[in-house]
C-alpha cells in the first residue's frame, strides 16, 4: 500500500471514530439544532405566504376572512410539529407573565386567564386555523404585529399582551368587549353592538371573566 494510501485510510479511520464518538448529549444537540431550524425555516416561509397574500388583497373581498386564508398554508409548512406540548412551568411562565402585563398596562390576571384559556399554557400550541403559542395569536395578527418567532414564549406573551391593550383601548376599557374581539375579531363586535351571540364567544369571555379576582 502507498504512502497516499495509507494516509486516505488513516483519515477515513478518524473519521468513522469521531462518529463512534458522538455521546448521547451530541446526538440530542444536533437534533434539537435541527428542530429549531425546521421551526425558523417555517415561519418564514409563513411570513413569505402572508406576504404574497397582500399583494393581492385588492382583489380579496371585504368581507373574506384572511386569518382563514393564512391557516392552511401555515399548517401546511409545520410538518415537524406535534399536536400537543407540555404547559410552561410555572416558574418560567410567571416572569414572562408579569413583563408582558407591565409594558402594556394590563392587568396580570386578565392576561395570565387569557393565556390559560386559549392554550392552556402550551407554548406549542397550534389550532386547526392556524393560531399560535401561549395566546394564540394568528398568522395574519402575527405578521401585523412584527412578531418573528410565535411560538417563542415572551415574544408570543409580549405581542399577544400588546393586541389585546389594542383591543382594550379600541373598546374603551371594556374587559368583556375586548375579550369577545380577541375571540371572534372586533368587526363582529362592532357589528353586534355588544357581546357577539355566538356561543363559543360568550363562554370564552364568561369563562375568562370567572377566573378575575373580585375587586
Known sequence: MSTRQKLAAYGLWLVLL???AQTPQDTARKAMEASVARQRQAVAAMRLSIARQRTSTAATPPS???AAM???DFLLS???LGPDCDPLPA???APL???AAQKEGLDPSLLRAVVE???GFRPCALSPQGAMGLMQLMPSTAAELGVADPFDPQQNLLFGARFLKQLLTRFGGDAA???SAYNAGPERVEQAGGVPRIPETMHYVEHILSRLPIP
Do not use: G, V
Open 78 to 80: 409545520w410538518p415537524a
Open 18 to 20: 469521531a462518529a463512534h
Open 70 to 72: 393564512f391557516a392552511s
Open 97 to 99: 407573565l408579569a413583563q
Open 177 to 179: 368587549l375586548a375579550l
Open 117 to 119: 384559556q386559549e392554550s
Open 64 to 66: 373574506t376572512n384572511r
Open 91 to 93: 416558574e418560567s411562565l
